[in-house]
């Protein structure tokens, strides 16, 4: 079948009503859940094969996330899925109000490389249990975690239901062309521009989450080597290939030398002194990722780290002393294992750094002052944050995830996944037994003033 067929297969099915039978639903889940369970080890080596993803991480960052999103989903769905009573408006005695969750239809979600298993499975998982029929298109990038991702979708579902499309630009610009109901996009900010283009032209629903330079403050308040220790864990995770990774920090100038012997200290704890070497660094995802951050490092004020080795995708842990904002380092989301350090001495400082750049995904400042800590939350925009941690917003379910202007459009996880793939249809089921006569023509001055006093009291 070509992609107009799939997608007229998957909408057909849709209007037999059979995705909105929760009981089918849950069965699709734990059918899934089951298949995952049943590859685990499969799904590591996938990981380790394409970017020497280290086991533990992918056990932490992806597998475990996606058995927890399942699990969750599978106990909530019925609660989530059902009716929602709304108190009714005493304008229109008597009725009963109701919101009714609704999937969408049939529902595009396309995934990026650096949590290719994440990426595609928690949408996925989350528009199923809304009811949804899916077209999942991961990323040509990860092809060994993309081909295990569509034998176990083959395994779980009907096409009719869910099926993966593999492919790079051409295809994904090829579904892009199609009618849906919903798009789910995660990926890097002008490719998001291009998906909203294309869902404007028929109106689609979309969800885009994107990336951006997520800043990181420092000031003279914190334990260094507790903040050093957090910082080197989240930046340097996943090989720095984390949309929600601090891009850089801008730390207090009087502990800058402090701070930087602290990280060192602590990427030495972590690594070892020969990082090449550390079963647990994750390589980048390809050569021309590796050439593209070996260009950003090309005159720059290097503290520690900066080896690169292009033909095994291995840049080290970096850290670098930054004074311009028009370095290349500072001109784009850097998405690899390099931190630039640029510092302050005012808030005029920080504001200054921060309102150079469009609102980023995440925000993060370690302090122990908390006016500083509360002004500087109330004073930026940002998708999500953490006060003295990074990342680690993404953990709960109960937070939305997601950006905002260019870091992205809408939320996921949790529940907040589930409603993101459901229209939410306001339902008014009205009485018969009682049936007040103000609203009905002829209008009067009286019916007017009664309505006044209604609207005043009840409004
Ligand atoms: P990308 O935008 O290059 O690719 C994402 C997907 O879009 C891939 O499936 C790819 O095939 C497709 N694509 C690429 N070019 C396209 C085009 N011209 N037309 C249509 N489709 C196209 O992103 P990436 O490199 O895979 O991922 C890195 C980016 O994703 C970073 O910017 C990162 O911040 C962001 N990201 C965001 C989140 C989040 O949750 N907000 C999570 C992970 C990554």
Same mark, same amino acid.
């Given at each position: ?9 998957? *909408?057909?099915?849709?209007?037999? %009503? ?8 849950? %069965? ?6 089951? #298949? ?42 019925? !609660?989530?899925?059902? /009716?929602?009573?709304? *108190? ?14 609704? /999937? ?46 569509? !034998? ?48 404007? *032209?028929?109106?689609? /629903? ?6 951006? !330079? ?76 590796? *050439? ?52 302050? #001495? ?95 023509? /002829? ?17």
């Amino acid at each position: 079948m070509n992609i107009p067929e799939i997608i007229n297969a998957q *909408k057909a099915f849709f209007k037999t %009503q059979q995705t909105k039978n929760v009981a089918y639903r849950l %069965q699709l889940l734990k059918a899934l859940k089951a #298949e995952i369970i049943a590859n685990e080890d499969a799904i590591y080596t996938a990981l380790n094969n394409d970017f020497k993803k280290p086991k533990f991480e992918s056990f932490l960052s992806e597998y475990g996330l996606v058995i927890s999103a399942l699990n969750l989903s599978i106990k909530n769905l019925k !609660k989530w899925a059902k /009716p929602q009573r709304v *108190k009714a408006s005493i304008l229109m005695f008597s009725s009963k109000d109701y919101i009714y969750n609704e /999937p969408y239809g049939t529902v595009l979600v396309i995934g990026p490389w650096n949590y290719p298993f994440l990426l595609a499975l928690e949408p996925l998982i989350m528009a199923i249990a809304a009811g949804n029929t899916v077209i999942l298109k991961p990323s040509e990038l990860t092809i060994n975690t993309s081909n295990l991702i569509e !034998k176990i979708i083959t395994k779980v579902f009907p096409e009719t239901v869910v099926k993966t499309i593999q492919g790079g630009v051409d295809t994904s610009t090829e579904l892009l062309a199609q009618r849906w109901d919903y798009i789910f996009f995660t990926g890097s900010v002008p490719v998001g521009k291009i998906v909203a283009k294309a869902a404007a *032209k028929h109106l689609t /629903p979309v969800t885009l989450e994107l990336g951006g !330079k997520s800043p990181c403050i420092i000031d003279q308040t914190v334990n260094l080597k507790l903040t050093a220790k957090r910082i080197v864990w989240g930046k340097f995770l996943n090989g720095g290939q984390t949309c929600v990774a601090a891009d850089y920090v801008i730390v207090h100038k009087a502990i800058k030398n402090d701070f930087v012997e602290a990280l060192i200290t602590e990427i030495k704890n972590a690594y070892g002194e020969n990082v090449e070497f550390s079963e647990d660094f994750p390589r980048i995802i390809n050569e021309k990722n590796t *050439k593209r951050l070996a260009n950003m490092l090309n005159g720059a004020n290097i503290l520690y780290g900066g080896n690169v080795a292009i033909n095994k995708c291995y840049v080290s842990p970096t850290l670098v002393a930054v004074n311009d904002m028009n370095t290349p380092l500072m001109k784009e989301e850097i998405f690899g294992p390099i931190l630039p350090i640029l510092t302050y #001495e005012t808030e005029t400082d920080i504001e200054n750094i921060i309102w150079h750049y469009e609102k980023p995904l995440a925000f993060y400042i370690f302090s122990n002052n908390k006016t500083f800590v509360e002004n500087t939350l109330a004073k930026f925009e940002f998708g999500g944050g953490v006060v003295n941690d990074l990342l680690i917003h993404l953990a709960n379910h109960k937070l939305p995830f997601g950006g905002v202007g260019h870091s992205g459009i809408g939320a996921y996880h949790g529940k907040h996944g589930f409603d993101t793939f459901t229209h939410k249809k306001a339902i008014v089921k009205r009485g018969n037994w009682i049936d007040p006569p103000v609203r009905y023509a /002829p209008y009067s001055s009286k019916k007017f003033k009664l309505l006044k006093t209604m609207f005043k009291w009840f409004g």
